[in-house]
């Protein structure tokens, strides 16, 4: 599975926000923000589990080993503050950022993701269109959102530590994918989706329409 954020404005130019039955009444949406920071959370534990001799592990994601994917998620994380902020992102290079912080790339992530919220949360980032990507900002922000739930899970899957992704993101993410997904294939940024027995999960239903296997 190739990024998220190679899909052009022809492909989920259209793609509105999913609606939410949440605290704040039917029909709203939660602020992407708040899932961004929900997913943070989740994920904090799964990174800190990640021991060096694990580095060199293959993931899910079949064109990252470990080290690798956890460069490209980093990446990810910083980049799509700028692009909160209407401003451009340089996806030409992914900086070694593990090799960079050394011992302390956990707590450095942890201090980007939460720039990534306050980001996200700033007055009008998810009004108009974002950046150079020239898609409706709430899509731009749930493309990092889909990193950030799905990559993580592919740490997870990779270091056999346990995951589970907040319930409201799952919400958010299946309906973006199913809009997505079909233009995203012929794109290979999604591989074909996996079939899932009854009584799957919701994040399982998730990442199996990306392509991957969740019981496998």
């Not at 949440?22 to 923000?33: H, K, R």
């Not at 800190?48 to 064109?63: I, K, S, Y």
């Not at 993410?173 to 989706?193: G, I, K, S, Y």
């Amino acid at each position: 599975m190739t990024d998220t954020r190679d899909i052009q404005d022809k492909s989920v130019g259209s793609v509105e926000p999913v609606e939410s039955d949440g605290a704040d009444g039917p029909g709203t949406v939660p602020p992407i923000s708040e899932l961004l920071d929900a997913a943070g959370r989740a994920a904090l534990p799964v990174l800190r589990g990640v021991r060096d001799d694990q580095l060199g592990l293959p993931t899910p994601c079949a064109e990252y080993d470990l080290r690798a994917l956890l460069n490209h998620l980093f990446h990810v994380v910083v980049a799509f503050q700028a692009l909160a902020a209407k401003q451009e992102a340089d996806f030409s290079r992914t900086p070694d950022r593990l090799g960079e912080y050394g011992a302390q790339w956990t707590d450095r992530f942890a201090r980007e993701a939460a720039r990534l919220v306050e980001a996200w949360a700033a007055p009008g980032a998810e009004q108009g269109v974002s950046g150079g990507m020239r898609l409706p900002a709430r899509t731009v922000g749930a493309m990092v959102l889909l990193d950030l739930v799905v990559h993580i899970w592919d740490v997870a899957r990779a270091t056999g530590r346990p995951y589970e992704a907040p319930a409201g993101c799952v919400a958010e993410l299946r309906a973006l994918v199913a809009r997505m997904a079909p233009t995203a294939r012929q794109m290979n940024v999604f591989a074909e989706p996996v079939p899932v027995p009854p009584g799957a999960t919701e994040l399982d239903a998730l990442l199996a329409e990306t392509g991957r296997d969740p019981l496998g």
